[in-house]
């Protein structure tokens, strides 16, 4: 059953990330085939909404810092693979699509908003990248059919397939309590942790499924809570935001 928070008078404003494609994914007529496209997966929109925040989509335009300081709160959604290079590794040969221009914008919106103190929540190659942006390694392929074959895509997209132990006293144990079980579709994960960034839960194979930043009202997920219908960390990033909010009025 869907969870609805209750209406906030001033619901804080959550910027959520996309990718870029061509027209001719939604049939564009001839001429526009190759137009550029902005395309969203409305359930992070739609998952914030029932928190309680506001959404806004952010066109890769538009100057990231510029964004931050507007934003209350922001969502690094998921997607194609980081670029290795990024972690001082080289593609591999089970490197799927990258997008550099994804990566840029995406990390300098996480960078900004650490150190501004805007609340992030990075979900699957959100997560991936908030460690990369702080110095971290990535698992460049976990192959199907070893531990829990994180990457399979045979299951529908809100199907729970591994639970996800977590740490006692991270915001995740607060939220999930002692174990979660969520869904899996990812062939990428956290490998080495970056600077401040604290493990906080992992399935039963030994994966990195949650991550925190010390210090900073910043969360990763690896699985993707959009698809539950109110889960409960999005309630967590429009409370951060709404507190965050409260505190830089005087300042914007």
Not at 40 to 67: C, K, N, Q, W
Not at 150 to 174: C, E, L, M, Q
């Amino acid at each position: 059953m869907d969870i609805i928070a209750p209406r906030i008078p001033h619901p804080p404003l959550i910027g959520i990330t996309g990718r870029r494609k061509s027209a001719g994914i939604v049939g564009a007529p001839h001429g526009f085939v190759d137009a550029p496209l902005e395309a969203y997966m409305s359930e992070y929109a739609t998952s914030v909404v029932r928190a309680g925040g506001l959404p806004v989509h952010l066109p890769m335009d538009a100057a990231p810092e510029e964004f931050v300081a507007r934003l209350d709160g922001i969502v690094i959604t998921g997607g194609d693979d980081v670029d290795p290079r990024r972690y001082g590794q080289a593609p591999g040969p089970h490197t799927f699509l990258i997008d550099p221009e994804r990566d840029d914008f995406e990390s300098a919106l996480i960078e900004a908003a650490i150190d501004r103190g805007v609340p992030v929540l990075g979900i699957c190659r959100g997560a991936q990248l908030l460690n990369v942006v702080r110095g971290g390694t990535l698992h460049q392929h976990l192959p199907l059919g070893d531990g829990e074959s994180h990457g399979s895509y045979a299951y529908p997209r809100a199907h729970r397939v591994h639970d996800v132990r977590i740490v006692p006293g991270s915001v995740a144990h607060a939220l999930y309590g002692a174990t979660v079980r969520v869904n899996s579709f990812h062939h990428q994960a956290v490998d080495r942790p970056g600077a401040d960034i604290v493990v906080t839960g992992s399935a039963p194979d030994g994966i990195i499924e949650s991550i925190e930043v010390r210090g900073a009202p910043a969360i990763g997920v690896q699985w993707h809570p959009e698809t539950f219908g109110g889960d409960p960390v999005f309630g967590w990033l429009v409370e951060q935001a709404v507190q965050f909010a409260s505190q830089s009025k005087e300042t914007r």
